[in-house]
């Protein structure tokens, strides 16, 4: 009787371990979505050449909000499936661990989530970056297949653009080419518009290359130039606006990069032809970004008092709860872009973020000011300026840690040390225990105790 009934166990374990292989190969054979391959880099290339196909390469971080958003909204997609598990070879690595660290390295990774199309070799086909929808992501592997297809290497380019710089139909192939690998062509860019006609220096191509290079234009481009004679003809294109602003950023990291005085006034002249409502920065926040970095203070100073008391200051609660409702019916009007690249608890998050943006900035401000002050400046009555701003900040925004610190700061500086310790104490029974930043409040609070020097 035992055997009969070890037999019987013996066949259902057989029969279930039968029927777990066949809904795991099932699973396998009919994955509606793309399946990505185990293993080395090195057993991906080669089964790439095996096969005489591209990997397709996904290359994320764990805090990725468009990676996660990638793996649940459109990876999974049978009619994804369909064509990238056909066409290619699908590997997945974190740029931030193992062979990904390398990977990354390797084509130039700086975004996530980025794309790579490789050759078995292990040569660049195609880079892209970013969330997108499903039929974007398939237009993707039919771009990735038309550039394998384009049997010109990117150096037969280079040595072709030498004869050909006048070209603007070869400057066009050019600068799309290095665009699939990844590579800029701000000083292409340039050169093809100074070559084109006026109507051709708003068309959709020239839209596209300003959507790639808004992070390399300064104000001393031909591409700045073009945007600030057609910034109209645009329309709804193009936030022109936006890029010239980016522009000026770009512009004030380099004057400030050479402490040039002659650049930044260019600076200062371009970001007054940004068309209002556009995108034109606040003349004292430029200021206050080249001297705090330059010097001297005393025209920091001169700019960050301007900024305090004629703006900052004069902005009341009710203001900022009416910016903040407007921003949050923005968000919740384009929420349905952000649940196409986003999951819903990376929604909550960011409009969380959104609900109390307008006090957290103008908190920042205060803050970042003040801290400029009890660092450098000497005379009383501009400690006590920051003072006032530096309360003001933490009135605005109560959990602000930082805003907090430099508050008792302060307090301490001007001779307040029993109330600059109290403070102190509170901001580290509140702080987070894993704050990065603990250890050295704590170490402010050991020099306020023994009457040390913070600053």
Known sequence: MKFLVEA???HFMKKSLLTLIVVLTHGLVFAQGIEFKQGSWAEALTEAKASDKMVFVDVYTTWCGPCKAMDKNVFPLKEVGDVYNNDFVCYKVDAEKGEGISIAKKYNVKAYPTYLFVKPDAALVMASVGGMTSNDFLKLAASAHNQANDFKPLSEWEEEYARKQDDATFL?????????QGKSSIELMDQYLFLVSSEERVSEAVVEMYNKEKRNIT???????????????????????????????NSLKRAIAESSDTLFLQVLEANETIPDGTGRVLKEKLCLGYYKSVGPFDKYSEYATEYCENRV?????????????????????QRWRFEMVMDSAQIASLRENVANAARQDLSADLNNIAWEFFLHATEPEELQKALVWSKRATEIAPANIEAMDTYANLLYKIGDRKKAVKLEKKLLSQIDPNDVNIKSYEEVLRKMKAGEETW
């Open 8 to 10: 019987s166990k013996q």
């Open 172 to 180: 066009l192939e050019y600068i799309n080419k290095r665009y699939s």
């Open 219 to 249: 104000i001393w481009s031909q591409a700045y130039s073009n945007l600030r004679e057609n910034y109209k003809l645009f329309g709804p294109r193009l936030s022109a606006g936006a890029v010239m602003s980016m522009a000026v950023d």
């Open 313 to 333: 200051m004069r902005v009341t609660m009710d203001s900022i709860a009416r910016l903040e409702k407007k921003s949050l019916q923005s968000f919740d009007d």
